[in-house]
């Protein structure tokens, strides 16, 4: 082979090597971007979550044990760091956020409550945020994931070591449904 044919071979395994790592480099980026603004729509729903809490506790004063789990499962899911924990943490702070309007259920004065009105309506919201999020960080990761584990990628992936993440996925059926926001 003459030198020149060496030497485009060489740059064109160059320019395919830059290409495999920049796409895992740019998907990995996504990824973390993606994981923060799920980690901003939840941060949302922990601050929305103690207002509401006040409000009920207002009416129905006797519902400690409602009142109590919501604030051990959300210190728990304040806590959560990989997507495997804060799903699971947020599947059971789902569960008590259910009980909670159960309870509010059994009172129409609070269901005629303007404050609770409103505060049901903006978790309704980022309910929607939260599952909006989720969704594109689980398509982001989709493709980081399959773009690590394909072939010739995931030798380069290997070598640099890029890891395969992680979906944010609830354990059960049940947590998978939005809380439930009645007026």
Same mark, same amino acid.
């Given at each position: 082979?003459?030198?020149?044919?060496?030497?485009?071979?060489?740059?064109?395994?160059? &320019?395919?090597?830059?290409?495999?790592?920049?796409?895992?480099?740019?998907? !990995?980026?996504?990824?973390?971007? =993606?994981?923060?603004?799920?980690?901003?729509?939840?941060?949302? !729903?922990?601050?929305?979550?103690?207002?509401?809490?006040?409000?009920?506790?207002?009416?129905?004063?006797?519902?400690?044990?409602?009142?109590?789990?919501?604030?051990? #499962? *959300?210190?728990?899911?304040?806590?959560?760091?990989?997507?495997?924990?804060? =799903?699971?943490?947020?599947?059971?702070?789902?569960?008590?956020?259910?009980?909670?309007?159960?309870?509010?259920?059994?009172?129409?004065?609070?269901?005629?409550?303007?404050? #609770?009105?409103?505060?049901?309506?903006?978790?309704?919201?980022?309910?929607?945020?939260?599952?909006?999020? *989720? !969704?594109?960080?689980?398509?982001?990761?989709?493709?980081?994931?399959?773009?690590?584990?394909?072939?010739?990628?995931?030798?380069?992936?290997?070598?640099?070591?890029?890891?395969? !993440?992680?979906?944010?996925?609830?354990?059960?059926? =049940?947590?998978?449904?939005?809380?439930? &926001?009645?007026?």
């Amino acid at each position: 082979m003459t030198p020149i044919v060496l030497l485009a071979l060489a740059i064109l395994t160059v &320019v395919i090597l830059a290409g495999m790592y920049n796409s895992l480099v740019q998907l !990995r980026v996504r990824s973390e971007s =993606a994981w923060s603004d799920i980690d901003v729509q939840l941060k949302r !729903r922990h601050d929305l979550i103690p207002n509401l809490v006040e409000t009920v506790k207002g009416y129905a004063a006797h519902e400690k044990g409602t009142f109590e789990n919501i604030a051990k #499962f *959300r210190s728990q899911a304040m806590q959560a760091t990989t997507p495997a924990d804060k =799903a699971q943490a947020e599947g059971q702070l789902s569960g008590a956020l259910k009980s909670l309007f159960a309870v509010a259920e059994n009172y129409p004065q609070l269901q005629a409550s303007q404050e #609770f009105t409103a505060l049901q309506g903006s978790l309704n919201s980022i309910e929607d945020n939260i599952q909006n999020a *989720r !969704r594109y960080y689980n398509a982001v990761v989709r493709d980081y994931n399959t773009r690590a584990q394909s072939f010739p990628t995931n030798i380069f992936a290997g070598i640099f070591g890029f890891q395969t !993440r992680q979906f944010f996925e609830m354990e059960s059926p =049940a947590d998978r449904e939005n809380v439930a &926001v009645k007026f």
